[in-house]
């Protein structure tokens, strides 16, 4: 079963736009920690934020923010201003306690495209 | 500098031959996975290691194998047995478990001619 789920294929907008990414993760655990990553064109995975299942504090970096919700199992991510640079596939991506650590869930990404 | 290294960038190879992907780390990470990525799909877990000679088997290690003979290596071997392999190879390191971020290589973009 897919453990996380993200819904939006692709997102075009236009530069200076925002615009959210959606995460919808399912797990039975109680310790988890999620994730948002960044693939540019050149395919190396960038790291951009790591969230533990005990801190639901929202936080702003630059242009980016991030909302973690545990009610409805939800982490999106919002680029604020949006930039030709910042056209890339997004993945959201969950490790549990359970797995000893050892695996992380990738959701399918979401292709964000801006166009000036 | 610090990273993940995976050689070669490119790589083709004939049908019915094995092609061994390489990953280097010299982070002094524990953990090592390999990931396979399709286009316009996510990535999936092939093999990970969390100590040295031992690794155990992600969702689609059939056609695969894997060593870790050392902490900072972990080639993964393509063999003849995996039915599709044309695709983009990722590795990643993390560091204990305490800290769970996984750290990318470039990657190793195969295709079967």
Known sequence: AQKVTQAQTEISVVEKEDVTLDCVYETRDTTYYLFWYKQPPSGELVFLIRRNSFDEQNEISGRYSWNFQKSTSSFNFTITASQVVDSAVYFCALSERTDSWGKFQFGAGTQVVVTP | ?113
């Open chain 2, 1 to 113: 500098d610090g990273g993940i290294t995976q050689s070669p960038k490119y790589l083709f190879r004939k049908e019915g031959q094995n092609v061994t992907l390489s990953c280097e780390q010299n982070l002094n990470h524990d953990a090592m996975y390999w990931y396979r990525q399709d286009p316009g799909q996510g990535l999936r877990l092939i093999y990970y290691s969390q100590i040295v000679n031992d690794f155990q088997k992600g969702d689609i290690a059939e056609g695969y194998s894997v060593s870790r003979e050392k902490k900072e290596s972990f080639p993964l071997t393509v063999t003849s047995a995996q039915k599709n392999p044309t695709a983009f190879y990722l590795c990643a390191s993390r560091i204990g478990l305490a800290s769970n971020e996984q750290f990318f290589g470039p990657g190793t973009r195969l295709t079967v001619l």
